[in-house]
Structure formats: structure tokens, C-alpha cells
């Protein structure tokens, strides 16, 4: 299904179930006008306190706050698909700013996200992150920048819920949880023209999803230049999360 089409079939199933703007709660489409032209449409440096190590530079929209911490879990939890497009555009800005402040503007995007449990996209019916992650790819290309999309994580493992864990136990339930597939897209990507690959990811929290997903791509002989999320929360040291933390399936 082309994605023109694609982006038909989520309105109509919105229309015909019935919606509410997630920003402003007006009757009507998922994400009205007025709401749609305040989303962030850049992205910018996102650290998470305290850094993992080695962990390559984030960039996100925004806050995990307000419109966008909305679109993300409504998209994710409520199966409101129309707002993948609108999040692709968002993830497409972040993706762009990064590349061009720590990639290579003039080679090609390797967007891999990060992967769920496949008992969550069961349960969910569809997987966010990778619909979200096809949209940017097509408006990237649409904007003349040569992107794709190569879901190359698995789960190697089980981890515990992390809702209530901290840096420390998020960054020990993770480790070894991913491992990067072998096929045609990665040994594309191992060679000398080696594109700009980005994990992508919906939230950074504390940055240990992250950094486990490119432990992962990095031991199947792939160099991640950076890490590309709608929202970011911010951690202190010592100190509590900025704003509730995602519904989590293993996320960052």
C-alpha cells in the first residue's frame, strides 16, 4: 500500500470511529489545524543527566510535555493512527537537524528504530516507531534527502518494566536486550559509502534504550551517528524526572 493511500485508510478510520483533536480536544480530526501548525519543526540537542557513556548525541522536538507527549501516547495506546503523519513530519525535522549538525548532509539516512516486544505490537495491534519512522522516511525523501527505513533490532530478551526504575537500573535491565539482524540493509550499510545511521525512538528518558540500541548496531559493524526522538524528558542527578515517564514496553 503506497503511503498516500496509507494515510486515507488511518482519516477514514478515525472518521468513522470519531475523534477529538489529542491538543485542544475540538471535535473533529485527531490533530486540527491550529494545533498541527504548533508543532516543533526542528530539533535540537537532548542529553539526558547523567549521560550514558559513549551515548552519541540526541536530538529531539521538544519536551515530553503537552501536544507532543499526547500524540505519543495516543498514537501508541489508543491506536490513533492518523497521528503518524503529523509525528513523521515532527521525527523528519529532528532527523534532518541532526544529520546536518553531526552526520553527513550529502549521504543517504538509515533510520532504525527501536523495537518492541512482539507481544506489544500484538497486543497493540501495529508497531508505533516503525510507522512513525515510514513516514519520515517518505517526507525526508520527499524533500530530496535519500532516506529508508531498516528495522534491524530485535529483542534478544526479556526486561523488566521500567515505568519505576531509575538511570542506573534502566541502564542494568537493558543491557545485551537488543541484537542487530544480518541481511541486505545492514551489509549496505557496513560499506565504504556508509549512510547517516539514526536510531530512532519516540521519548528519550534516560538515555539507556538508546545507548543499548546502539551497543547493538555497533557490535553488527554499523557506526550510528546519533539518536533521533519525537520528545525528551529531562533527568538531574540525584534529582526526579522531568514530567511522568512514557507508558513503557522496554522504551528509553
Known amino acids: 500500500m503506497g503511503y498516500e493511500a496509507v494515510l486515507v485508510r488511518d482519516a477514514w478510520s478515525d472518521l468513522l470511529f470519531g475523534s ?17 501548525r504548533s508543532l516543533p519543526r526542528a530539533g535540537r540537542v537532548a542529553w539526558p543527566t547523567p ?10 522536538a521538544g519536551a515530553y510535555d503537552g501536544l507532543l ?22 521525527l523528519a525535522a529532528v532527523v534532518r537537524d541532526l544529520v546536518r549538525a553531526v552526520g553527513n548532509p550529502v549521504a543517504s539516512v538509515l533510520l532504525v528504530p527501536v523495537p518492541s516486544r512482539r507481544s506489544v505490537v500484538r497486543s497493540r495491534g501495529h508497531d508505533p516507531m516503525l510507522r512513525v ?21 530485535r529483542p534478544a530478551r526479556r526486561v523488566a ?26 551489509r549496505r550499510a557496513r560499506q565504504p559509502d556508509v549512510p547517516n545511521v539514526v536510531v530512532v525512538d ?8 538508546a545507548r543499548e540500541a546502539q551497543r547493538a548496531l555497533e557490535s553488527g ?21 522531568g514530567g511522568s515517564l512514557p507508558h513503557s514496553d522496554g522504551g528509553d
Open 20 to 36: 477529538s483533536c489529542v491538543g485542544c480536544g475540538r471535535p473533529g480530526r485527531l490533530l486540527c489545524l491550529t494545533c498541527r
Open 51 to 60: 549521560t550514558p557513556y559513549g551515548l552519541v548525541p540526541p536530538f529531539a
Open 69 to 90: 507527549k499526547a500524540m505519543v501516547n495516543a498514537h501508541k495506546e489508543q491506536h490513533a493512527l492518523a497521528l503518524a503523519g503529523p509525528m513523521g513530519e515532527v
Open 133 to 153: 519512522s515510514r513516514r519520515a522516511t517518505a517526507m525526508l525523501r520527499a524533500a530530496g534527502s535519500p532516506a529508508y527505513v531498516g528495522p534491524l533490532l
Open 161 to 186: 518494566d521500567q515505568s519505576d526504575l531509575d538511570s542506573a537500573a534502566r541502564a542494568t535491565n537493558l543491557a545485551g536486550s537488543m541484537r542487530c539482524v544480518s541481511g541486505p540493509v545492514t
Open 202 to 209: 519516540d521519548v528519550i528518558t534516560t538515555g539507556s534504550t
Open 221 to 241: 559493524g554499523l557506526t550510528v551517528v546519533g539518536i533521533a526522538a519525537l520528545a525528551a524528558t529531562r533527568r538531574r542527578l540525584g534529582g526526579e524526572c
